[in-house]
């Protein structure tokens, strides 16, 4: 017997209605974003305990079950449903889930996995199993660490038009070039790079021109992949290329990181306490140098080479112990540290602490499947929604569109738009050629723009106009 745990509300017009079969970390994530954005959500799990912990805050349905079974499909509605996000802990009964789903009724169906197998059939399971989606978790923060550690003086890098362009975050260090100096006076010397929102405090806006820089400011910026570095090194920020990194914990993430990292020359060196697991990624990874250690013990630590390393990640499974690994690599190397976050959610703490740059797997998962459901409610004549970030905790949105025909925004040079407050038009991607627009560039077909804003919820590009 299924037990409807709350009452289903009317449907917002214009949303989805979507089935989530698991509340953990990731289902979670998706549920409070994806209600937000007026979608009729219905979730699905085998633990009443954990379904009423989310219905009871958001205004969704919840159904107990295996989310694989038909008759607990049924129950959620899934003959009727425009999408199912199948993110339980196991990978078989995701896949299982979306192809009864595919099955039974006419949805688009999306997957979490997450084993390091399946990583490497994505393509053919997508296709045989009609899926749209697959996403993997341990993969996807791996990549994302990546990109920071390749430009190890960033506190963040995010990617846009397939990599062609970066927005990059960077604290302005005491007594830099850029202090006291407006946005104004710093564009008529640097022109090609793009300023898009800082941080002071706890406060985030989107920068006009008379905006003053001071010390300790987080910028946010948007250029090209090579300008970027060009930047960073023009305002005297250190660009090294990280040589040695030491990777605490030896699960998916450090696998997929490991793997990447020694791709492009890093030497890698990998602490795992687990013997079997440290046996096993010897075999995996032939090239890093894997040892049989506890890595939240000092000793072991400074015999690794802590104090001399380049990069240091703490990938345990545990959040607190990768927060005080990073405070105390800190306190005793120079190295570019990244901690990785998959539970606590107290992010003004987390802030205050000084852990470098902070990675979120459940964020990155949640916002890959939030880009991808906005490009599905969009309207399909004028834009698409190809790639989203969220940024500082939500606050601000950097959203990538692509231009499919005419609308009300292109061919008029930029100037004469009149967008709503807090949004501002960071690059344009034109056939490969990324373009920091100035007040005569026009937005042309086929163009992909990226808008970064402080409203949320933008599925088209012309709502960003009055």
């Given at each position: 017997m299924f037990e409807k745990l709350i009452k289903k509300t009317a449907r917002v017009k214009s949303g989805l209605k979507i089935v989530i079969v698991g509340c953990g970390k990731v289902g979670g994530t998706l549920v409070e974003q994806l209600s937000k954005e007026g979608h009729d959500i219905v979730l699905v799990d085998r633990s009443a305990e954990r379904l009423h912990a989310l219905t009871?805050?958001?205004?969704?349905?919840?159904?107990?079950?295996?989310?694989?079974?038909?008759?607990t499909l049924s129950e959620a509605g899934i003959e009727d449903a425009d999408m199912i996000i199948a993110v339980t802990d196991s990978d078989e009964l995701n896949l299982l889930t979306c192809t009864v789903a595919r099955r039974e009724g006419n949805c688009t169906a999306i997957a979490r996995v997450r084993n390091p197998e399946y990583s490497q059939e994505i393509g053919y399971l997508q296709e045989r199993l009609g899926l749209?989606?697959?996403?993997?978790?341990?993969?996807?923060?791996?990549?994302?660490?990546?990109?920071?550690?390749?430009?190890?003086?960033?506190?963040?890098?995010?990617?846009?038009?397939?990599?062609?362009?970066?927005?990059?975050?960077?604290?302005?260090?005491?007594g830099?070039?850029?202090?006291?100096?407006?946005?104004?006076?710093?564009?008529?010397?640097?022109?090609n790079i793009l300023i898009c929102a800082v941080e002071r405090g706890n406060d985030v806006c989107i920068p006009t021109g008379n905006f003053v820089l001071q010390e300790g400011d987080i910028i946010?910026?948007?250029?090209?992949?090579?300008?970027?570095?060009?930047?960073?090194?023009?305002?005297?920020?250190?660009?090294?290329?990280?040589?040695?990194?030491?990777?605490?914990?030896?699960?998916?993430?450090?696998?997929?990181?490991?793997?990447?990292?020694?791709?492009?020359?890093?030497?890698?060196?990998?602490?795992?306490?687990?013997?079997?697991?440290?046996?096993?990624?010897?075999?995996?990874?032939?090239?890093?140098?894997?040892?049989?250690?506890?890595?939240?013990?000092?000793?072991?630590?400074?015999?690794?080479?802590?104090?001399?390393?380049d990069a240091f990640i703490p990938l345990t499974g545990i959040d607190e112990e990768n927060i005080l690994l990073t405070l105390h690599a800190k306190e005793v190397s120079k190295a570019k540290v990244i901690t990785k976050i998959n539970r606590i959610n107290f992010h003004g703490v987390i802030n205050r602490l000084e852990l470098g740059?902070?990675?979120?797997?459940?964020?990155?998962?949640?916002?890959?499947?939030?880009?991808?459901?906005?490009?599905?409610?969009?309207?399909?004549?004028?834009?698409?929604?190809?790639?989203?970030?969220?940024?500082?905790?939500?606050?601000?949105?950097a959203i990538e569109f692509h231009i499919k025909g005419e609308s009300d925004l292109t061919n008029k040079p930029l100037k004469d738009l009149k967008l709503k407050d807090n949004v501002l038009i960071g690059c344009i991607n034109r056939d490969g050629h990324i373009i920091i627009p100035g007040g005569n560039d026009c937005i042309k077909p086929n163009d992909s723009v990226i808008i970064v804003t402080t409203h949320t919820g933008f599925d088209d590009i012309r709502e960003i106009l009055k």
């Amino acid at each position: 017997m299924f037990e409807k745990l709350i009452k289903k509300t009317a449907r917002v017009k214009s949303g989805l209605k979507i089935v989530i079969v698991g509340c953990g970390k990731v289902g979670g994530t998706l549920v409070e974003q994806l209600s937000k954005e007026g979608h009729d959500i219905v979730l699905v799990d085998r633990s009443a305990e954990r379904l009423h912990a989310l219905t009871d805050i958001y205004d969704v349905m919840g159904v107990v079950g295996n989310g694989a079974s038909f008759s607990t499909l049924s129950e959620a509605g899934i003959e009727d449903a425009d999408m199912i996000i199948a993110v339980t802990d196991s990978d078989e009964l995701n896949l299982l889930t979306c192809t009864v789903a595919r099955r039974e009724g006419n949805c688009t169906a999306i997957a979490r996995v997450r084993n390091p197998e399946y990583s490497q059939e994505i393509g053919y399971l997508q296709e045989r199993l009609g899926l749209a989606m697959i996403i993997n978790p341990d993969k996807e923060a791996a990549n994302e660490i990546a990109r920071v550690l390749s430009l190890p003086a960033a506190l963040g890098v995010n990617t846009f038009a397939h990599g062609l362009a970066e927005m990059v975050r960077v604290k302005i260090p005491e007594g830099n070039v850029l202090c006291n100096k407006s946005l104004a006076g710093l564009g008529r010397d640097i022109r090609n790079i793009l300023i898009c929102a800082v941080e002071r405090g706890n406060d985030v806006c989107i920068p006009t021109g008379n905006f003053v820089l001071q010390e300790g400011d987080i910028i946010t910026f948007l250029a090209s992949t090579k300008e970027a570095t060009v930047f960073l090194e023009d305002i005297g920020i250190q660009t090294n290329r990280i040589r040695h990194a030491i990777l605490i914990g030896g699960g998916r993430s450090a696998y997929y990181l490991a793997k990447q990292l020694m791709e492009v020359g890093v030497h890698v060196k990998i602490i795992e306490k687990d013997k079997a697991r440290s046996e096993e990624l010897s075999i995996l990874l032939p090239n890093a140098i894997v040892l049989n250690a506890d890595g939240t013990e000092t000793a072991v630590l400074k015999e690794a080479g802590m104090e001399q390393v380049d990069a240091f990640i703490p990938l345990t499974g545990i959040d607190e112990e990768n927060i005080l690994l990073t405070l105390h690599a800190k306190e005793v190397s120079k190295a570019k540290v990244i901690t990785k976050i998959n539970r606590i959610n107290f992010h003004g703490v987390i802030n205050r602490l000084e852990l470098g740059s902070v990675i979120y797997p459940k964020y990155i998962v949640a916002e890959a499947i939030i880009a991808y459901v906005r490009a599905l409610t969009a309207s399909k004549d004028s834009s698409n929604v190809e790639t989203l970030y969220h940024l500082f905790d939500y606050r601000t949105e950097a959203i990538e569109f692509h231009i499919k025909g005419e609308s009300d925004l292109t061919n008029k040079p930029l100037k004469d738009l009149k967008l709503k407050d807090n949004v501002l038009i960071g690059c344009i991607n034109r056939d490969g050629h990324i373009i920091i627009p100035g007040g005569n560039d026009c937005i042309k077909p086929n163009d992909s723009v990226i808008i970064v804003t402080t409203h949320t919820g933008f599925d088209d590009i012309r709502e960003i106009l009055k």
